[in-house]
């Protein structure tokens, strides 16, 4: 349970009362999320947040939607954010995305998180050539 | 520095050797990556990693060997791994990758790091309905 | 439920038992905290363990109690600890903090993990020269 | 060093111009902090992070910018940020901050980090009653 | 509740059954654990997981079964996982260890966690003589 | 480099003198490690960490004190804390430790932290029958 009260949309005015009708404009919900009706009780760090917030999940932008959600949920796994990946899950779902990639993508996660710690933990240096030119992984990439 | 010294591949035997082979060709590189290096002591362990590795970067998959670098940098980002991120950054440059995407990228990551933290310090309950079907979100995504 | 049983005040002994007296006089509660039932299986593991932790949450120390409960918050949420920030955002509320001191202390940590991210991702080089001396920044906090 | 380059003041236009302007002028700097020429990539999301920084580090708001840039060392401490951690200490030495006042921080810093991990690793249930009503503790804070 | 449905044992075809089977000889268990029926969508994923994870916990390796999962139960203590945590906290007890010994275990995980984020914190330099030849410690290991 | 200086051996008085005196008699180096030249502001502080310190590090208690070097190695790998990571390597070798154990170790570190975000990006349920009594593993453990 929220350790605080939900700022909710029948009480909010001024500034956190116009985010909240952009976010409800936005996302087609009678309510704003969460997250946004706690973030509510400092209004223009809800304004700012709310921006943010649509560069990445309202504009395509430079990677597109999908794909930010994409990063989202890797991200939000890593940190264990039960109501991140909740949320990001079931949007994937609605653009089509399989659990089978779904899984996959998790399977990312796994082999990332556990490099990072290995390497951390052995101190490995800079990889000084990281790639090199003429692999089969280079030929293929070139013929997409 | 690294706090064991590298198994080189002018010294790997056996499985080591074999995967340090496959690894070569793979990547088109005179010698294998310091991580693969370091793992070369145990080779079944080796072994089992390159397999994840391979599904991960040299196969397509379901989402694709760029989307799988794109979720590698996000976690390595949110993990500081400084190896990771400059491996999986100069790979995503040979992509294609811009600099105006590679922090579009770090946007979405730096906007999932702050709301997976605030929603855990705040305890917010998980989201009942997370996307309304009426949205300006979903309409747009139905467009695509 | 936790992995193991807790070790009761009615079955403590020794220092153990001298330390959950200290701890019910001090909080003024029938029973120790959970944290430190657990800790009581290796008594002079416990004795320390509450030395520091009077140093921060009974004396006030060079920042004071409140304060010392804010960071103790701010890293809770960070590491997503939810016994914690529930034991200590009660605490605060004690205190006097209200629920839109909260949620500012929140947009914080919403802030720098979101930043700690974003420049470990990008490798951002070492600030050389981090604020200038005329700024409105500095000219506003010189007048505090 | 930055696996991208900066976007250099004399290189910015439209409003991540703008935004460095306001950010040379708030700080007294010659030219904006690295973080902010990473950010100008993508100028929308250059100005949002902006206005939710001065909330934090320019307006006193509710908690005041000295408590704030303290929640902010300890939150980068916990995520292992150089970058911040090196630059938030420097204004807080700027703003009074003592050596001895930096240990007593990082003092709760490592004390709650410790008790975070240790309730997790027992799975430690929720305290139903965080702090009695009549403790030494209790007693000292309300005279304060 | 998991965000996707698990790949039962009666669904699953081809390698994906053949690594449920060794799964389920080597556990002597009626049905795989949750995060192979998970896995199980990505056969090769599953197969290569499957053949790091018995390294781990079914082959004795250099370091033996019992400190694998103490490492384990460490590691995922500090990541905040429960479901790892109650899974080897299980075997662990299984394997003979003690509650006083899971605490002093959990001591360890408590000391390191603040100790790290200490120094991180502070940035202290490395250690350039970090043990010398004399002391109690050595002498006494010495002896063992 | 450190952002405050290190209080020294030979600027020390009272109790972080007498603390001092026992850190170097233990370690038998000729003055305390940084971490406690840091600590060492807060006398009180540094005298319940010394405590705890050695209880892990001097002490033998119920684990052993090569195998709690080895549980600090995972954390501090988990946490990516180079300080720690190199002094307890060091120690590890110092106790007998090969490179090949090492490697071993942070392949358990690795597969963990993989799967402890495999699992939390997944939701996994908790396992109800963690490991059956016939299988293939018990056997072999039981025979030991």
New interface residues.
């Given amino acids: 349970?929220?350790?605080?009260?939900y700022l909710r949309d029948s009480e909010a005015e001024g500034k956190t009362k116009e985010v909240y009708e952009d976010i409800k404009?936005?996302?087609?919900?009678?309510e704003p999320?969460?997250?946004y009706e706690?973030?509510g009780?400092?209004p223009?760090?809800l304004?700012?947040?709310w921006?943010?917030?649509k560069?990445?999940?309202?504009d395509e932008?430079?990677?597109g939607?999908k794909?930010?959600h994409?990063?989202?949920?890797?991200?939000?796994?890593?940190?264990?954010?039960?109501?991140?990946?909740?949320?990001h899950?079931?949007?994937l779902k609605?653009?089509g995305m399989?659990?089978?990639?779904?899984?996959?993508?998790?399977?990312?996660?796994?082999?990332?998180?556990?490099?990072?710690?290995?390497?951390?933990?052995?101190?490995?240096?800079?990889?000084t050539?990281?790639?090199?030119?003429?692999?089969?992984?280079?030929r293929?990439?070139g013929a997409r």
Same sequence: chains 1, 2, 3, 4, 5, 6.
């Fill in positions: 349970m929220a350790t605080i009260g404009r936005t996302y087609g919900c009678s999320h969460k997250v706690l973030m009780y400092v223009e760090y304004a700012a947040s921006e943010r917030s560069l990445c999940f309202k932008g430079e990677l939607i794909l930010k994409i990063i989202t949920l890797a991200v939000s796994a890593t940190n264990n954010c039960d109501y991140c990946v909740n949320i899950t079931a949007r609605e653009l399989t659990d089978k990639q779904i899984v996959e993508l998790m399977m990312v996660v796994d082999l990332v998180n556990g490099y990072n710690r290995f390497v951390q933990g052995l101190q490995a240096d800079p990889e050539k990281p790639f090199g030119p003429d692999g089969l992984i280079h293929k990439a």
